[in-house]
Nanobody, 121 residues
Framework: QVQLVESGGGLVQPGGSLRLSCAAS????????MGWYRQAPGKQREFVAG???????NYADSVKGRFTISRDNAKNTVYLQMNSLKPEDTAVYYC???????????????WGQGTQVTVSS
């Protein structure tokens, strides 16, 4: 079992930046791939970014070049640095722990409770 707690969400103006954090506990963090998803009102939850246990990264096309996922195994924490934010990035962002296969596809097993990100002037 893995417990995940997100933080760092909030209100930001278009073009601004935010860094989300996700603290993990309950299992061996370094063995898991980690991922971020988001869900906007009235839409399905969608993949944003994933990072494997050895640091390989994968991003949704909509955030490539603007978002960066990273992990600190010593702190059992995964981050999502979000730059050049747009109103369409507004959503609840969820951290997850799971597995990443050789193709780069990510499959979540555990979820956090989510943190709201609102991009608005």
């Amino acid at each position: 079992q893995v417990q995940l707690v997100e933080s760092g969400g909030g209100l930001v103006q278009p073009g601004g930046s935010l860094r989300l954090s996700c603290a993990a506990s309950g299992s061996i963090f370094s063995l898991y791939a980690m991922g971020w998803y988001r869900q906007a009102p009235g839409k399905q939850r969608e993949f944003v970014a994933g990072i494997s246990s050895d640091g390989s990264r994968n991003y949704a096309d909509s955030v490539k070049g603007r978002f960066t996922i990273s992990r600190d195994n010593a702190k059992n924490t995964v981050y999502l640095q979000m730059n050049s934010l747009k109103p369409e990035d507004t959503a609840v962002y969820y951290c997850s722990a799971g597995k990443m296969v050789a193709s780069g596809a990510y499959y979540p097993d555990y979820w956090g409770q989510g943190t709201q990100v609102t991009v608005s002037s």
